[in-house]
């Protein structure tokens, strides 16, 4: 196997994109008042492309939480115990032509609701890095490979083994 | 299926505990500079009593992220996608006889090392707060079945629905 260290910014994205292509769940970390809190999430059925997108009602604690602090991290495993962690910034957004495009009819079964449901609300999750672990089931690989993509400005980890999604 | 909130404190915990019996990977989220990260981390072998322990090495960016900041969330989810979200302040310990405590022959392989490494800490996650969700395999279940075991004195969600860890 190649090391990841080798691989172009383009092939880690790829990687990623991959990984997360077969993945229904997400685990949404934000930060509330009493500390950290998680919870699954449904993912949209888009390609990643650096935003992330959920639905859900506009009186739910996390977007209360988002509102307090942007700040958030999305992660998932795939059963083959690959992980990616996304770190980003979310906002609410209540974009009904979005919501109508995100839509199909497993969410009419988990919010029995319609997408012109005005107190559904969007949110965007702004992708600024990304890291990803790769496993085929054992934790030796899992903890061996791990290829760093999270990369910015100000806080780079090292060329040949970050990457910025914003660029 | 009776409803969550019916059930006593002590039986939403040995909910949790029952579903955290058998995963073997959860995901640790800290606070960095550059936003919130996680990562798969393997459990040590101890029933849950409210103290959650992870094996690291002392020069890795989580030890950094703790000792800036310990709030953390620690998730794990199962194969039939229950899922429990345990919110936490965490502290890096030192503690020889605890590492040789939950040292197993697994940690050999993913460390390369042995449990007196020096370098090897111990994570300690203070959890005060829990959240869980049920499911089969439906996200429907997954989201209506939601039960917030969270609870403390300055933001009680409700007696009948959260439990406080401390107590």
Redesign the interface.
Known sequence: MAKDQELTHEEKLEKVKAMMKDI??G?L?T??????????M?MQETEFDGDLWFLTFRDTPKIKEITADP???V?F?D?D?N?V?I???AEVLEDPEKKKDLWNK?FE???NTEYDDPNLVLIKVHA??A?Y?ESGS???A??QFVANL?G?K??DLGKNESVNLDQ
Not at 31 to 40: F, H
């Open positions: 229904k769940i685990s970390t930060i509330a008042e009493r500390g950290l809190v998680s919870r699954p449904a700040r958030v991290n992660s495993s059963d115990e992980y962690s770190s980003g910034r497993a079964t988990i919010f600024h890095g890291e672990w054992k934790v030796k899992a903890y999270v910015d100000e806080h």
